[in-house]
């Protein structure tokens, strides 16, 4: 028999995106994961689409960093005082 070594991981997603992924995995029948693999393998294979890959990524990064650093500040006055 085939062992197939995994490895558990919660990945936080943004919550429509979530929602659109999982529709579309019921859909067709495949589990969010093995999606996620696929995806992954098809972008290591497809070096042409990287870049563009890439650049959604780091301005996605950027987004909830902003959003990340806001919430940090504002619970630190809520916490502290202004």
Do not use: W
Not at 7 to 24: A, P, Y
Not at 31 to 36: A, M, N, T
């Amino acid at each position: 028999s085939m062992d197939l070594k995994t490895k558990q991981s919660t990945v936080r997603l943004e919550q429509q995106l979530s929602q659109r992924l999982s529709q579309l995995c019921l859909q067709q029948q495949v589990s969010r994961e093995v999606f996620l693999e696929s995806l992954f393998l098809y972008y290591e294979h497809h070096k042409s689409m990287q870049p563009k890959v890439l650049q959604e990524a780091r301005k996605r990064d950027r987004q909830r960093q902003k959003i990340a650093n806001y919430r940090r500040a504002k619970s630190m006055i809520e916490r502290f005082g202004s």
